[in-house]
């Protein structure tokens, strides 16, 4: 039966080392518990005959890698790190060592950015070097807001509960965005089928009236000129013209994207967007309400965490996405770093309603700030959901105007001639 060497705290707290036979690290994980130890370490103690079969931590052996991390392309999703956090902390709230349960973690995942992620932080923390320095060694997968609550688990050794927190965050962020996403598809998709079979209208359909009413002779309305007119230039037959309006229509979106994406690169145009955006009607207070969710509820994370007050602030800032919000936190940060309250500067910048300034301050006075910061990304989080809904319900009805408008549009513009002719031929009959 194999031996284990193992080191542990006592009830005292002191730590000791010892080995213990099991049939298997589990097995010698459960008997040091038994015997009112905690387990920090269990390893397998190296056989005589071959000094090259280390096993640290009671780690999956690790298999041989032809040819090292697999190449992939993209990065990782929320969803995939969100449901990484939850397991982590369900391994270590179970008493797991750390690097044992990253390695299971590791293993059990398809080959991707994160196993590649996962393999490294792996061999990094046996190495010595800690969780959070791992993860801080691969910022585009683990952010600033995600290693710095993992060092504050660390610092308190309460990681199995700071990872829980940060798993919850992490879902409530989550949810958040998958309901404002599933309300923004309905419209989008309606309006592409749209805009798809009004351009196939002009492009193929409204030529042949068009032959037909010059064939006839008759005066055109000026709405059936001007629609006429328009499909030459989705048709692209008008004179002079070397690009036909369906390519700009067709491409037209991914244009814009494309724009707004360099443009958002620089921090002008990111400044004009961000507060364009919150000026928009009824779009804009959901923005406004779905960030002010966001920034209240991480700074509150954070400082539950026992992040200091100040690096919670910048953290906050860096992740909160709009540059108002940002520049108000920042303004926050350098009054409370002069000693200034966190409630009065937050005031002046008037990015938050008095309501959001009056719980904080409420918060600071009873030394209970992160507690209210929660209740004020709830009360939100339950806003966004009714201004979701209702936006939802305001959009139907606006969709159905528009492409009404739409259609009666095309249909009165080419029925108008042909009530013009019937007019003249009823007028030579008599």
Known sequence: MPTYVYEALNAQGKPEKGSIEAASSEEALQRIRMQGRFPTTVREQKAKKSGAAKQAAGAVPKKKKKGGASITIGGVSAKQLTLFTRQL??????????????????????????????????????GGMSLSEAMAKHPRVF???YTKMVLAGEAGGVLDVILQRLSEFMEKSQRLKS????????????????????TGIMYYIIPQFSEIFMDMGVELPALTVWLITFSDWVAGSQPGQ??????????????????LKLLRKTKPGRAALDWTTLKFPVFGGLVRKTVIARFTRTLGTLINAGVPILEAILITRDTCGNWVYERALNK?????????SFAGPLRQTKVCDALVVNMIDVGEETGDLDS?????????DEEV??????????????????????????????????????????????
């Open 89 to 126: 902390s369900t391994l270590q709230d179970a008493g797991l060592p750390l690097l044992r349960s990253v390695q299971i973690l590791e293993a059990q995942l398809k080959p991707g950015k994160l196993k590649n992620t996962l393999q490294a932080i792996a061999d990094d923390v046996e």
């Open 143 to 145: 952010n600033r807001l």
């Open 179 to 198: 309901k404002i996403i599933g309300a923004m598809i309905y419209p989008i998709a309606v309006l592409s089928v749209a805009v798809i079979i009004v």
């Open 242 to 259: 070397s690009v036909p309006g369906v390519v700009w229509i067709l491409f037209s979106p991914v244009v814009i994207f494309v724009g």
């Open 332 to 340: 926050v940060h350098d009054s409370i770093r002069e000693g200034e």
């Open 372 to 380: 209210m910061l929660y209740k004020i990304a709830d009360n939100f």
């Open 385 to 430: 959901d009714v201004a979701v809904g209702g936006m939802v319900k305001l959009i139907e009805p606006f969709m159905v105007i528009l492409l009404g408008g739409m259609v009666g549009t095309i249909v009165v513009a080419m029925f108008l001639p042909m009530v013009a002719m019937i007019n003249d031929l009823a007028a030579s009959s008599t």
